[in-house]
T-cell receptor, first 109, second 115 residues
Framework: RKEVEQDPGPFNVPEGATVAFNCTYS??????FFWYRQDCRKEPKLLMS???SGNEDGRFTAQLNRASQYISLLIRDSKLSDSATYLC??????????FGAGTILRVKS | DTEVTQTPKHLVMGMTNKKSLKCEQH?????MYWYKQKAKKPPELMFV???????INESVPSRFSPECPNSSLLNLHLHALQPEDSALYLC??????????????FGPGTRLTVL
């Protein structure tokens, strides 16, 4: 079993749609969780950290379910500029981040 | 300011060459990282420096040699690379607060091609 698993997609959605990505992780001792976005041939950029209580930043909402070892990202009112690869990232121990393979989102007009 | 800079942006080298990748941050971060990313794959951790000391080496071949001259700089020395080492090399840094919320910020990467 992979340490961090994501549906690779691609998710093809129209502008204005709501889309959700899921991610599962294998290590129950994992301490912190993040969503990064990566545009083609660019570096990963932090989108948001994920907390047990859930957190929201504008059109983006992240949720963490420790019991099920599951993380989600919801994007509302999708924009063309949201097209990217979304990486689920788990801090397994110390400074060690483990990346999921990424979910490709394509928003079309 | 969450800027991590890397030079060069692109590098083409032969298998007998010696070259170095450079990374710099001025955010006062005390942890710095090297990652390797192949096309259509996620980044893979190579090395971690914490307070200028190597703390993690993910069984990276010795043809890759990291160096941390000071708290702001991180180098990756390359020697006798193979064509399969061609990839995007990403540097990152974090505050190293030994807490679960320590966040890593990435530089733009160096795209390396080994001929």
């Amino acid at each position: 079993r992979k340490e961090v698993e994501q549906d690779p997609g691609p998710f093809n959605v129209p502008e204005g749609a709501t889309v959700a990505f899921n991610c599962t992780y294998s290590n129950s001792a994992s301490q912190s969780f993040f969503w990064y976005r990566q545009d083609c041939r660019k570096e990963p950029k932090l989108l948001m950290s994920v907390y047990s209580s859930g957190n929201e930043d504008g059109r983006f909402t992240a949720q963490l379910n420790r019991a099920s070892q599951y993380i989600s990202l919801l994007i509302r009112d999708s924009k063309l500029s949201d097209s990217a690869t979304y990486l689920c990232v788990v801090n397994m121990e110390g400074n060690k981040l483990v990346f999921g393979a990424g979910t490709i989102l394509r928003v079309k007009s | 300011d969450t800027e991590v800079t890397q030079t060069p942006k692109h590098l083409v080298m032969g298998m007998t060459n010696k070259k170095s990748l450079k990374c710099e941050q001025h955010m006062g971060h005390r942890a710095m990282y090297w990652y390797k990313q192949k096309a259509k794959k996620p980044p893979e951790l190579m090395f971690v420096y914490s307070y200028e000391k190597l703390s993690i080496n993910e069984s990276v071949p010795s043809r890759f040699s990291p160096e941390c001259p000071n708290s702001s700089l991180l180098n990756l020395h390359l020697h006798a690379l193979q064509p399969e080492d061609s990839a995007l090399y990403l540097c990152a840094s974090s505050q190293e607060r030994h807490s679960s919320t320590d966040t890593q910020y990435f530089g733009p990467g160096t795209r390396l091609t080994v001929l």
